[in-house]
Structures are given as C-alpha cells and as structure tokens.
C-alpha cells in the first residue's frame, strides 16, 4: 500500500441517519460554524459485515480510483449513482470529497435478525482494505 501523508484523521459515528441525516449534517454545519477547518475528505462504512456485493457511491473521482485500485486487491465493487441517502451525502452537499462504501442487500437489515452472529469477518477484512485503499487514494491527493 501506500504511506499515509502527516495529515489528521478523525472517526466519527453518527445517529440518526434514516430519519434525515441528522448527526452527519449536524457535525458539518457546526464545524463550520465554529470556524473550524473542513475534514478534506470523508470515507464512510455501513452495512459492511453482510451484503451480497461491494457497492461505492459518492464522489466520482474518489469512487473511481477505488474502484480500479480495488481489483488489485481481488475485490469487485460497483459503482453505483447515488440512490439513497447515507451520511456521506452531508459532506458532499458541503463541497468535501465522500465515499460511501457498503454492502447491499441483506434480507436481514433493519429486521429482528439483524444480529452480529451473523457478520462475516472476511467481509469485514474486505472492509479494511478498501477503506484503507480509500485512505491511501486520498494521502497522494
């Protein structure tokens, strides 16, 4: 892989998605609004231990060169065009460079079987590599 650049990095988790992106915006909006600066980028994972495919959304360029640095690594992720709201969004609206990478669909999700026992942990090792793939694509930006 690459080596990081001396820059920053924050983890974040945010509430209240479904309802409207609450928590995401909010930490947006209030950074700004304190003065401080903007994260460059945002890399955002959910639904990432279950799931039939890989899937990427977000900022096109961003999404692109994982994409392509993701088949050295033996995965198979799909761009897709942003068809629902995840938290990556709120950043995007704000003019920050966002990927959203997840696994989609499980007939578990957002059901009474939607449990840890059944996260995979390849999957969840997959996750790490595209997520740093992702990190290292936005050191050498």
């Known amino acids: ?20 992106l609450f928590g995401s915006r909010h930490f947006v909006t209030t950074l700004a609004s304190q003065g401080q600066p903007s994260p460059q980028a945002m890399v955002n994972l959910d639904m ?8 990427l959304m977000g900022s096109p360029g961003l ?4 994409d392509q640095g993701a088949a050295v690594l033996g ?7 942003p068809h629902f709201a ?7 609206e704000a ?3 966002a990927v959203f990478i997840h696994r989609f ?4 999700y957002h059901t009474e ?3 840890a026992e059944f996260v995979e942990p390849q999957l969840l090792e997959e996750a790490a590599k595209l997520t740093l793939l992702a990190l290292g694509e936005l050191a050498g930006s």
């Not at 920053?8 to 479904?18: C, L, M, R």
């Not at 995965?75 to 065009?81: A, G, R």
């Not at 669909?105 to 578990?108: M, N, V």
């Open 48 to 55: 990432v231990g279950v799931g039939t495919e890989w899937q």
């Open 63 to 66: 999404v692109e060169k994982i």
């Open 113 to 115: 079987f939607d449990r």
């Open 105 to 108: 669909e499980d007939p578990r």
């Open 1 to 20: 892989m690459w080596p990081l650049a001396p820059r920053s990095q924050g983890f974040v988790a945010f509430g209240a998605e479904e309802p409207g």
């Open 86 to 92: 995840t938290d990556h969004l709120s950043f995007m």
């Open 75 to 81: 995965l198979d992720p799909v761009p897709t065009e």
């Open 95 to 97: 003019d920050i460079p």
